[in-house]
């Protein structure tokens, strides 16, 4: 007798699964099964046992460790997040607030600098012109023109001109 | 829409078994930002679970880690759920995967109980009249508790955890299937064959006619 497909049905004769059909089933099958009947018994026997493995409670401690644990995983708001919702809305308003200020108080691109003196174009122009800058060395340091009667002294900006 | 009428609507829409709606239910509420559900899904659960894992890992500390990190893993998941399977067949996978992960690994901690240290279920052995059949009793009753712990810690884990989703939690045959990644035949299959293999183990345990029978179910 090929007993292998009776092992699911004793299971469920066991475990009290099993449909009444099945129970009938498996019940005419081990009145002609010394194996099975043997099988069927045993397995009672064990499920019987293993009702003595004891059951635990949580510990006192389990949800205050899985409290902190979920606080832990949780990602770390910044200081926005942290707000209360109603100020968040504040606090973005002011920031926006303050940078159309701060936009607002800049000088506008491509205003000219401000402009320097006349008097210091002009001097700025004469180091520029090496020639007329060596003349000028030249003139303004020529003692003997210091030594002529009537002598003037030099206008710069007009010599170099 | 009422709540049965919600219940209802989904177990038509994702097919599911009517007893597990309310997990559903409070697992979408949970993904919906509602914490409380989480709280009520935790209480419902956390016993079964340490308890199974209890049962796996044969240590209460390294059983509450491993629930815990089971109830973080579903928390941390909430925004993913879909149910489109039963909730305990999602909890007990996750649970399952941490306890073979746990005893496969070695990472358990060094806190299990030897075969031969006291039960933590044990009681005082001097608190009744009559002392001396009381200890005897309970040596004998101690004697059967660490001959079934150990007969259990030596089945295959896979075999282990089948049979303790099946007598303890007492999930249906696809559950257990679908947590232990088989087919529902292999599973009875190896069912089957770790209970014969328990029976082989425990064979010289004499029935206990008192209180076989007297299930502590989950």
């Given at each position: 007798m090929n007993c292998k497909p009776m092992e699911a049905l004793l299971l469920a004769v066991v475990d009290g699964r099993a449909t009444a059909e099945e129970r009938d089933r498996a019940g005419r099958h081990v009145a002609g099964c010394q194996a099975c009947a043997r099988r069927l018994e045993e397995m009672s026997a064990t499920w019987s046992a293993l009702e003595e493995l004891p059951a635990v409670e949580p510990s006192a401690w389990f949800d205050t460790r899985l409290a902190a644990r979920m606080r832990e995983s949780q990602p770390k708001a910044g200081w926005l997040g942290r707000l209360p919702k109603g100020m968040r809305w504040i606090a973005v308003a002011a920031a926006l607030a303050a940078m159309a200020i701060w936009i607002s108080l800049r000088p506008p691109a491509g205003r000219p600098a401000p402009a320097t003196s006349p008097q210091n174009q002009q001097d700025f122009a004469v180091i520029q012109n090496l020639p007329e800058l060596e003349n000028y060395d030249v003139i303004s340091n020529f003692e003997a023109l210091s030594a002529l009667?009537?002598?003037?002294?030099?206008?710069h900006s007009q010599q170099m001109e | 829409m009422s709540e049965w009428q919600l219940s209802a609507a989904m177990g038509a829409r994702y097919n599911l078994d009517p007893m597990a709606i309310s997990d559903v239910e409070l697992m979408l509420g949970v993904k919906a930002g509602d914490e409380a559900c989480f709280e009520q899904l935790l209480e419902k659960y956390r016993t079964p679970l340490v308890s199974f894992l209890y049962r796996m890992v044969r240590d209460q500390a390294t059983a509450e880690d491993l629930a815990q990190e089971a109830f973080l893993r579903v928390f941390r998941a909430r925004k993913s759920?879909?149910?489109?399977?039963k909730f305990t067949t999602w909890l007990f996978r996750i649970a399952t995967n941490l306890a073979l992960n746990s005893l496969r690994d070695?990472?358990?901690?060094?806190r299990e109980l030897s075969i031969d240290s006291p039960e933590q279920g044990d009681q005082p052995?001097?608190?009744?009249?009559?002392p001396g059949a009381a200890i005897e009793q309970k040596l004998v009753d101690r004697d059967r508790s660490r001959a079934i712990w150990q007969a259990v810690q030596e089945l295959p884990e896979k075999q282990r955890a089948a049979v303790m989703l099946h007598k303890?939690?007492?999930?249906?045959y696809d559950e257990i299937a679908c947590i232990l990644g088989c087919s529902e035949s292999a599973l009875k299959s190896l069912l089957f064959r770790a209970y014969q293999t328990l029976r082989g183990r425990l064979a010289s345990l004499a029935p206990r006619?008192?209180?076989?029978?007297k299930g502590e179910g989950r």
């Open positions: 009667p009537g002598a003037q002294t030099v206008d | 759920y879909a149910p489109d399977a070695g990472r358990r901690r060094q052995l001097l608190d009744v009249a009559d303890y939690q007492e999930l249906g006619a008192a209180r076989a029978g």
